[in-house]
């Protein structure tokens, strides 16, 4: 009878350190999947941005390409669909969620006063958190090197060349050390001096 009693502890210790094994290496790899669904949401929307703040461009109406350039909120003129007009292109941070939002040029004269059609491109995104802007901006003189320090608040928008995009992206902070970070910079073809 002894020995059925420590082949049964035995055995018992031995199921849960194995089912204690498994349940950790599921959650590293939920982790991992989740770390990975987030590095490819962020390459992205970083991606489309960037496409984006190359075309940008003066607006239908005259204005200069950039009409806001904060932290956490970027507003220029660009061609994004198959029309002639260029549409004002909004990004900005909402709490945690990225926003994006286009506005057509209407009316006679044109002007950009309709709807702005607004569609949500990234969630949790913790930049507001982290204290990291989401947007940088850098004058002609940016060099590429982590050297170059990003134009003061509030920016002109005229001394605006380059900006860096930075997401930093965390789904459940209680089971990440960090978030995850993406980042990129993009040139305005039609602002390049060089």
């Known amino acids: ?12 210790i031995l199921t849960l350190g194995a089912s204690t094994l498994v ?10 999947w989740e770390q990975l669904v987030k590095q490819s949401e962020g390459r992205k929307v970083l991606k489309n941005i960037v496409d984006e703040v190359r075309r940008a461009e003066e607006s239908s109406i005259g204005s200069f390409p950039i009409a806001v350039a904060q932290e956490y909120e970027l507003e220029f003129y660009a061609n994004v669909d198959s029309d002639s007009y260029r549409e004002k292109v909004h990004y ?10 286009i506005t057509k040029p209407s009316g006679n004269p044109l002007s950009y006063i309709g ?6 491109v990234a969630h949790d995104v913790k930049n507001e958190e982290q204290t990291t802007p989401l947007f940088s901006y850098f ?16 920016v002109d928008v005229a001394d605006i060349h380059m900006i860096k995009i930075q997401l930093e ?6 089971k990440t050390p960090v978030p995850l970070h993406v980042e990129t910079i993009a040139q305005i073809r039609n602002l390049k001096t060089n």
């Open 1 to 12: 009878m002894l020995e059925i009693i420590i082949v049964i502890g035995i055995f018992s």
């Open 92 to 101: 900005w941070l909402d709490g945690t969620t990225l926003m994006y939002g």
């Open 23 to 32: 349940m950790r290496s599921f959650q590293s790899n939920t982790v991992v």
């Open 169 to 174: 992206l965390e789904r459940d902070p209680t």
């Open 139 to 154: 004058d002609e003189t940016y060099t590429g090197s982590s050297s170059s320090t990003p134009l003061t608040q509030p």
């Open 115 to 120: 709807t702005e059609l607004q569609t949500e």
